[in-house]
C-alpha cells in the first residue's frame, strides 16, 4: 500500500501555466491554481503576420511561482509536508537560446526585449525557409535522419528555429551557446543549474523534434548541420547523446527553488516532457488507441509495444521515438496545427463590429455575446441538413503539421452561394477539422498501426458534444472523453509520482490516479456513408489548394 504522500504536476500552456497538488495514492487534487502569461497576453514579442511567436522566460518564472505557491499553501500545511516531486509539461517544440550556464539569453538585461533571445514557441512558423533548407538537404545523406519524424522536418520544431535565429540575429548568435527546449530547462532551473554541459535532457523533445535517434548514436553528425549551413557548426556535437524518459529524476530541488516555492528541500525534480505526451498519460491512454489532446492545436498520439513496431515507420507524421509518452512502448505522435483555433477565428470574424462598434461601456455586454457565438452556432449546425454539395472547407489555418507538415499551405472555404448562412459556414469549418483528423487516422491504418478508438482530452473535447459526435461519425469510430479537468498537469503527477518512487512505472500511477471518463460517443448508423462522399470532395480541394500555393 502507498503511504500517503503528494506530488505537483506543473502544466506551461500556450496562454498559461497550472499547478495542482495531487494524492499520489488515488489522484485526487488538494489543491490547484492557475496564472496567465501577463507579456503573452499584451501580445508583447509576437507578429502573426510574420509567424512569430515568443515568450518570455519571466512569464514562466512568474508563473511557476505563482502557482506552486499559491497550490501549496490551499493544500495546508499537512500537505506541504508530505510533498515528494514535482514534474513538468511545457509545450514543444519551444527552444531559446541560452549561455554557458544554461540561462535563457532573455534573463540578461541586454536581450531582455530581443524576441529571439526569448522561447520561440511551437506555433512560431518563422523559420519556413531554414525548414525547406534542411529537407532538401536531408535528401543528400545515405542515411535517413528524418526516417523517425515521419520523413519531413517541420518549422514547428527545433533545428529550424535554432538555424533561423542564427541566420537573422548576429548579436544572439555571438553569446549563444546551445538552445534548450522549455521542458528540459525548466527542471534544469529548479535543481539548480548552473553548467548547461550538466543539462539532462527528455526523450520526448529530443526524438521528436531534434532528430535524436540510437540508430546513429545520438543526434545526426555536427557535419550534416555544417553542411547546410556552417553556422551550425559546433551545435550538434555540444549535445549529450544520452538522453532521459520521464519517469527519471532530474535531480533534487534546490535550497533557492525550495524556499521560492516553499517546498521541502528533499523534493525531487522529474525529467520534462511535452504537454501532449504528459496529458496522453493524464488521460488515459493505452496502446493503439489515439488520444487526441483537442484544444486550440491537436496533438494526436499512440502507443505500441516496441516490438510490434519493428521495421514499421509512418511516413509523414510528428515522430516515432521508443520511450517517449509511455517508457517501454513506442510512442508515435500526429497533429493539426489548428483546430480550436479555427473556431476562434470564425467567431472573431463574427464579433468583429461588435469589437469596433460598441461604446467602451458595452465591452462587459459585448464579453457575453462573445462567449454565446460558438455553442449557439453548434446547436443551430447540429440541425443543418446537409449533403455532397453543402459548404466545405479545408482546414489549414495555420498550414498543414500532418500528414505531411507543410506550414505554407491555406485554408479554404468552397460551395458558398448567397444563401448561405453562419451555421452552415460554422459547420464547414468544425466537418473539416475532423477530416483533419480522418487523414491521421487513415495514414496510420494505410501503414499497417491498427486505431482501436479515440481518446478525446482537453477543452474541446469536454465542451463540445457537436464537434464530438461529429467526430465519431466521421472517423467510424467510438470516442472517449477522459473526466479530467487538467490531463497535462495530472499526467505530470502521475510521472512524478513515478520519480518519487511510489510506484515502479507509470502505468501503474495511470491505474491509481486517472479520473475515468465520461459518457461515450458512438458513430450514427448511416451517416458515415456521406461524409465518406464529402471526405473525397475534402481531399480534392486539399489537392488543388497544395497545387497551387506551392
Known amino acids: 500500500m502507498i503511504r500517503e504522500s503528494y506530488c505537483i504536476g506543473i502544466d506551461f500552456g500556450t496562454d498559461s501555466v497550472r499547478a495542482i497538488v495531487v494524492n499520489t495514492k488515488n489522484g485526487e487534487e488538494a489543491a490547484a491554481s492557475t496564472f496567465h502569461f501577463p507579456r503573452w497576453r499584451d501580445g508583447m514579442y509576437c507578429n502573426a ?234 488521460g ?65 470574424i463574427l464579433a468583429w463590429p461588435l469589437k469596433h462598434l460598441l461604446d467602451d461601456a458595452d465591452t462587459v455586454r459585448m464579453d457575453t455575446i462573445v462567449e454565446k457565438v460558438i455553442p449557439e452556432l453548434s446547436r443551430q449546425a447540429a440541425a443543418l441538413d446537409f449533403n455532397t454539395d453543402s459548404a466545405l472547407s479545408l482546414d489549414w489555418f495555420n498550414g498543414r503539421r500532418t500528414p505531411d507538415a507543410n506550414a505554407l499551405l491555406k485554408a479554404g472555404i468552397n460551395g458558398l452561394s448567397l444563401g448561405t448562412d453562419a451555421p452552415e459556414i460554422f459547420r464547414s469549418l468544425a466537418e473539416a477539422t475532423c477530416f483533419g483528423a480522418k487523414a491521421i487516422v487513415d495514414r496510420f491504418l494505410n501503414q499497417g498501426i491498427p486505431v482501436k478508438g479515440i481518446i478525446g482530452i482537453g477543452g474541446v473535447a469536454k465542451k463540445s458534444e457537436f464537434i464530438m459526435q461529429m467526430m465519431a461519425d466521421i472517423l467510424n469510430l467510438s470516442i472517449q472523453v477522459n473526466s479530467s479537468e487538467q490531463t497535462a498537469a495530472l499526467g505530470a503527477a502521475m510521472f512524478a509520482a513515478t520519480v518519487a518512487g511510489d510506484y515502479t512505472k507509470v502505468e501503474d500511477a495511470i491505474v491509481s490516479m486517472g479520473k475515468g471518463f465520461e459518457k461515450p460517443f458512438y458513430p450514427h448508423p448511416g451517416k458515415n456513408k456521406l461524409y465518406e462522399k464529402r471526405f473525397l470532395k475534402y481531399q480534392a480541394t486539399g489537392r488543388f489548394i497544395e497545387e497551387n500555393t506551392a
Open 284 to 348: 488515459q491512454i493505452k496502446p493503439y488507441f489515439l488520444s487526441k489532446v483537442m484544444g486550440t492545436s491537436t496533438c494526436d498520439m499512440l502507443v505500441a509495444p516496441v516490438e510490434d513496431m519493428n521495421g514499421k515507420y509512418v511516413h509523414g507524421i510528428c515522430g516515432m521515438v521508443n520511450g517517449s509518452i509511455i517508457p517501454g512502448m513506442t510512442g508515435l505522435e500526429a497533429g493539426q496545427s489548428a483546430f480550436g483555433d479555427v473556431y476562434a477565428w470564425f467567431r472573431n
Open 49 to 282: 503576420s510574420l509567424n512569430q511567436f515568443r515568450q518570455h522566460p519571466l512569464d514562466y518564472i512568474e508563473g511557476m511561482i505563482f502557482t506552486v505557491t499559491h497550490a501549496v499553501a490551499e493544500a495546508g500545511a499537512a500537505v506541504k509536508s508530505k510533498i515528494k516531486a514535482i514534474s513538468i509539461a511545457t509545450t514543444g517544440s519551444s527552444p531559446a537560446a541560452v549561455d554557458k550556464a544554461g540561462r535563457p539569453l532573455a534573463l540578461d538585461p541586454d536581450f531582455s526585449n530581443d524576441p529571439d533571445a526569448m522561447f520561440l514557441l511551437w506555433k512560431d512558423h518563422s523559420s519556413i525557409q531554414e525548414t525547406a533548407a534542411l529537407n532538401a538537404h536531408a535528401k543528400k545523406f545515405d542515411t535517413d535522419y528524418l526516417r523517425y519524424v515521419g520523413g519531413i522536418y517541420s518549422s514547428e520544431w527545433y533545428w529550424s528555429k535554432l538555424l533561423y535565429i542564427l541566420r537573422n540575429n548576429e548579436l544572439v548568435r555571438k553569446h549563444a551557446v546551445s538552445f534548450v527546449e522549455h521542458c528540459d530547462w525548466m527542471p534544469f532551473l529548479l535543481t539548480g543549474g548552473n553548467d548547461i554541459t550538466q543539462m539532462k535532457r527528455g526523450v520526448c523533445t529530443a526524438g521528436h523534434k531534434a532528430l535524436w535517434s540510437a540508430d546513429w548514436g545520438g543526434y545526426p553528425p555536427d557535419t550534416f548541420f555544417s553542411s547546410l549551413d556552417p553556422l551550425l557548426f559546433g551545435f550538434a556535437s555540444s549535445l549529450p547523446a544520452n538522453i532521459y524518459t520521464a519517469d527519471q529524476p532530474a535531480g533534487v530541488i534546490s535550497e533557492e527553488w525550495a524556499k521560492n516555492l516553499g517546498l521541502n528541500k528533499d523534493v525531487v525534480i522529474g525529467i520534462g516532457a511535452m504537454d501532449a505526451h504528459m496529458a496522453a498519460v493524464g
